[in-house]
Structure formats: structure tokens, C-alpha cells
């Protein structure tokens, strides 16, 4: 069987761009996963991700924070902050963990822990790999 020079030459072509895409999609997931979660009182928060670097994420998400807040980082992970929503201002929990899932569940668990009686998730956020 002959194969013609045109149609190898498209082959080889579109090899070289679904490798040139997948390389740039795989550099740009593992350069922009950093990120950040603040929290504050009162249900107050702020988050960043898929930042370059992990001070910028913690910058941003503190600037988004109303009041008096703490960062947390969030590398290749999800952040959640859950609430008391008849007590907005009292118990509140957070966490950070590998997946989404696990994320809203300890934050929520928190919650309970720290004398919350009905914990909603209030916000979450996850990076790049999480």
C-alpha cells in the first residue's frame, strides 16, 4: 500500500498539534495552581486560584476578605468555609483537602465540632488540581 506525501505530511501535522496543545494545557495546570482561601468573621471570606505564585493567591484572597481575616493556602486542593446560619457571627469550621468532597465535609464536621447548630457550606473553592 502507497501513502501519499500529502496525507502523511497532514498526520505527522496534526500529531505535532495535539502534542504542541496537550504540553501547553500540562504547562499551564502545573505553572497556575496556586491558591488561596481567607476567612473572617461573620461568614466573611475571600478566595483565589490558579495563581503563579502562592503569595499572590493569599494576597488576593485577603483583599476580597471583609474585616479581620486569615489565609489558608490551597495547592492542588479545595478550600470550604461552613457556617451556622441561625449564628452567622458565632461557630463557624473550615478545610482544606485534596478533593472537593472531602473539603465540604470537614468543614462542615468543624462547624458541628466548634458548637454549630445548623452548619451550611458558605463558600468553596478549589485550584487548578483539586
Not at 11 to 19: G, I, S
Not at 39 to 46: D, E, P, S, V
Not at 92 to 101: E, L, N, Q, R, S
Request: glycine content about 8%; aromatic content about 8%; proline content about 3%.
Amino acid at each position: 500500500m502507497i501513502v501519499s506525501t500529502v496525507a502523511a505530511q497532514r498526520r505527522a501535522l496534526f500529531k505535532l498539534a495535539v502534542t504542541l496543545l496537550l504540553g501547553a494545557s500540562l504547562f499551564t495546570t502545573e505553572t497556575w495552581a496556586a491558591g488561596a482561601f481567607a476567612i473572617g468573621k461573620c461568614g466573611a471570606y475571600g478566595q483565589a486560584y490558579d495563581y503563579p505564585a502562592e503569595a499572590a493567591a493569599r494576597a488576593a484572597a485577603l483583599k476580597q476578605c471583609k474585616g479581620d481575616c486569615t489565609a489558608v493556602s490551597m495547592k492542588r486542593a479545595c478550600a470550604a468555609l461552613s457556617v451556622d446560619i441561625t449564628n452567622p457571627c458565632g461557630p463557624h469550621g473550615y478545610a482544606v483537602t485534596p478533593t472537593i468532597a472531602s473539603s465540604l465535609n470537614a468543614a462542615t464536621r468543624k462547624c458541628y465540632e466548634y458548637g454549630g447548630k445548623e452548619c451550611v457550606i458558605r463558600a468553596w473553592a478549589c485550584d487548578a488540581k483539586g
